[in-house]
């Protein structure tokens, strides 16, 4: 599965728009790319997954370039309940591939008052 | 909808004791995960379930770790002897058969402490 690179960390303030770019290069033809967050105490919490151009929901968009190396996940108007880890993962479809999930690090986002 | 119930939240033992964690995934999800995540890192995958078999256990210590799941609903996660290095949180996941690529949904985990 395709490894992914994001930053390690990320300070905030609320109402700002935060952007955390992910990327990766080897991401193969039927690989999806698919967001989590994580609360201190909790377990990872699906937020957005997209394949190409660009995915909104309630909580996120995620922007993607028509190569598909790279990712970009989009919060609007942080609070500090965004405060949180967000990890970019790439996976294809069946639960074969989704148990192979490489989570990494992921990114630290501080919302600061 | 319940989500993926684990218990104990919390378990602190001292270092050569047993322990084990339970979990029951949604209902109707046919994979289990079971993930070990150390602090300040992502989940790392222990081992993976399909129904009752277990698919994936590649990265399971076997001399000290086993996992069940006997009728392929809920499913125990078991270290005997636990070591000081053992101390971390586990977590278990489910996903349906049909689910979105990589969706995984997990529980709010096991943390264990050894003394």
């Known amino acids: 599965l395709a490894k992914t690179t994001q930053p390690i960390s990320m300070d905030s303030y609320e109402g700002q728009e935060v952007n955390i770019t992910c990327s990766h290069n080897n991401i193969a033809t039927n690989d999806y790319i698919t967001w989590y967050q994580q609360f201190p105490s909790q377990g990872p919490r699906f937020i957005i997954q997209?394949?190409?151009t660009k995915v909104t929901n309630e909580v996120a968009s995620l922007f993607i370039p028509a190569d598909r190396k790279s990712s970009t996940l989009s919060l609007p108007r942080v609070s500090l309940s965004d405060t949180a880890v967000y990890y970019c993962?790439?996976?294809?479809?069946?639960?074969?591939?989704?148990?192979?999930?490489?989570f990494g690090q992921g990114t630290t986002l501080q919302v600061k008052p | 909808e319940a989500g993926v119930v684990q218990s104990p939240r919390y378990k602190i033992i001292e270092k050569k004791q047993p322990v084990a964690f339970w979990c029951n995934p949604i209902s109707g999800h046919n994979t289990l995960y079971w993930y070990l995540q150390n602090l300040g890192q992502g989940p790392e995958l222990l081992i993976r379930y399909e129904n009752e078999e277990a698919v994936d256990d590649s990265q399971l210590p076997k001399d000290r770790f086993s996992a069940e799941r006997l009728k392929g609903v809920d499913s125990t996660l078991k270290i005997q002897p636990a070591e000081l290095g053992d101390s971390a949180v586990y977590l278990c996941?489910?996903?349906?058969?049909?689910?979105?690529?990589?969706?995984?949904?997990f529980g709010e985990g096991s943390r264990l402490t050894v003394l």
């Open positions: 997209g394949y190409k």
């Open positions: 993962l790439v996976a294809a479809e069946g639960s074969g591939n989704t148990g192979k999930l490489i």
């Open positions: 996941a489910s996903s349906p058969s049909y689910g979105r690529a990589g969706e995984l949904f």
